[in-house]
């Protein structure tokens, strides 16, 4: 059963870069029919994604945060990691991370999703 | 990209049928087949319910239903349970290496 698990700070302050990762365990990281996704919830708001990643290295992200994202893949490690810099209060958010379908592949949605973790945004 | 467009809420009593709307353009929810459905229970992880417009993993009771004319996909519940209250999201890829999710809608069962 394959699992994920975000790890990193859950207080980053104003202007700050926020940094987590992703360790996925009961599967390989690099199944070329999934890319590795990033997606936040705002409390009590809706879901938003943030982008992606393929075990290649290949990254795609939101248009509206694009400046100021970046992901990663460690394949040894078996785990991807995000960095979203310049944060503001608007960032705060529960952040997961999820399994996603290779839209060159074929449609599976987004399957197996981390437990989410909740980084605030704060002096 | 903007967000799809959903319902804010929904109701329903035991037994009935609900559909939740999910409203998108050209260039997502109309050009392709690739519509998902999530259900969110209070602090949980969103679930895979539909992907694939109408296609169901194993294990989602088959009372949960997918559709999609033009551009507006829906979520069918058929028989909807106490248990089926929740907020529900949909999101679609989109051109480019995008993905969109709706706004969500919460569904209280009656």
């Known amino acids: 059963q394959l699992q994920l698990q975000e790890s990193g700070p859950g207080l980053v302050k104003p202007s700050e870069t926020l940094s987590l990762t992703c360790s996925v365990s009961g599967g390989s990281i690099t199944d070329n029919n999934y890319f590795w996704a990033w997606i936040r919830q705002p409390p009590g708001e809706g879901l938003e994604w943030i982008g992606s990643?393929?075990?290649?290295?290949?990254?795609y992200y939101s248009p509206s945060l694009k400046s100021r994202v970046s992901t990663s893949v460690d394949t040894s490690e078996n785990q991807f990691s995000l960095k979203l810099s310049f944060v503001t209060a608007a960032d705060t958010a529960i952040y997961y991370c999820?399994?996603?379908?290779?839209?060159?592949?074929?449609?599976?949605?987004?399957?197996?999703w981390g437990q989410g973790t909740l980084v605030t945004v704060s002096s | 990209q903007s967000a799809l467009t959903q319902p804010r809420s929904v109701s329903g009593s035991p037994g009935q049928s609900v559909t939740i709307s999910c409203t998108g353009t050209?260039?997502?929810?109309?050009?392709?087949?690739?519509v998902s459905w999530y259900q969110q229970h209070p602090g949980k992880a969103p679930k895979l319910l539909i992907y694939?417009?109408?296609r169901r993993p194993s294990g989602v009771p088959d009372r949960f239903s997918g559709s999609k004319s033009g551009n507006t996909a829906s979520l069918i519940i058929s028989g909807v349970q106490a248990e089926d209250e929740a907020d529900y999201f949909c999101c679609s890829y989109a051109r480019n290496y995008n993905w969109v999710f709706g706004g969500g809608t919460k569904l209280t069962v009656l």
């Open positions: 694939a417009d109408y």
């Open positions: 990643i393929y075990y290649s290295g290949s990254t």
């Open positions: 999820a399994r996603q379908e290779n839209p060159n592949i074929a449609p599976r949605g987004i399957d197996y």
């Open positions: 050209s260039t997502d929810v109309g050009g392709y087949n690739y």
